[in-house]
């Protein structure tokens, strides 16, 4: 158990519709990155935010947006979903920015979008 | 820009070694390196500093150019349990991996 918990573990929804995925990071934790994993793909990095801040932005779709609270949770929100948005999404935290503390994943939440 | 992995995938015998290798494009803090096994999260390996540190497990080895912006990581003596897709993370401004490398370790 990595520390870090996602929820829901997986989510079934239609195209069009919108979806919130929650990441809880480890306690001490103030970095929150999300990833999105397609199937048997690489992970492709998201968003970053650190402390309540967005510090990094990849390659997140304008559909998608994320935030931070004041109690470090974040979540990850997917709106007009389609077909290629099914996938493992994958949040992960660390207690800096990254460049010298590893970084935790949860378990995941698998969305499928039918 | 993502770090590109080699090979893409390789096949082992139980107790023989393999070389992964990671390189970027972009200037570096530092690269870290991630197991995933099928169905399962990526679970922290190593981490490779500016300056020669690392932090990671002791039965796994790497390196880490800073001038060209390379790391390669060392698995010698292969076990089954070291089989899993193989993801290096460049950081940067944040933190990308490429796209793995699947190692098959068989009896």
């Known amino acids: 158990d990595s520390g870090v918990t996602q929820t829901p573990k997986h989510l079934i929804t239609a195209t069009g519709q919108r979806v919130t995925l929650r990441c809880s990071p480890r306690s001490g934790d103030l970095s929150v990155y999300w990833y999105q994993q397609s199937l048997d793909q690489g992970l492709q990095f998201l968003i970053q935010?650190?402390?309540?801040?967005?510090?990094a932005k990849g390659n997140i779709l304008e559909r998608f947006s994320a935030q931070q609270f004041p109690d470090l949770h974040s979540e990850l929100n997917l709106s007009s979903l389609e077909l290629g948005d099914s996938a493992l999404y994958f949040c992960?935290?660390?207690?800096?920015?990254?460049?010298?503390?590893?970084?935790?994943f949860g378990q995941g939440t698998r969305l499928t979008v039918v | 820009q993502q770090p590109v992995q080699s090979p893409q995938a390789v096949i082992l015998r139980e107790g023989e070694d393999a070389v992964i290798n990671c390189s970027s494009s972009k200037a570096l803090y530092s690269v870290h390196w991630y197991r995933q096994k099928h169905g399962e999260a990526p679970v922290f390996l190593m981490i490779l500093l500016k300056g020669g540190e690392q932090k990671g497990h002791e039965k796994i080895s790497a390196s880490f150019n800073e001038k060209k912006q390379q790391s390669s990581l060392y698995l010698t003596a292969s076990q089954l349990s070291y089989s899993g897709t193989y993801f290096c993370g460049t950081v940067g401004n944040d933190m990308r991996f490429g796209a793995g490398t699947r190692l098959t370790v068989k009896p």
């Open positions: 992960a935290s660390s207690v800096g920015t990254g460049a010298n503390t590893e970084a935790f």
């Open positions: 935010y650190y402390n309540g801040e967005e510090r």
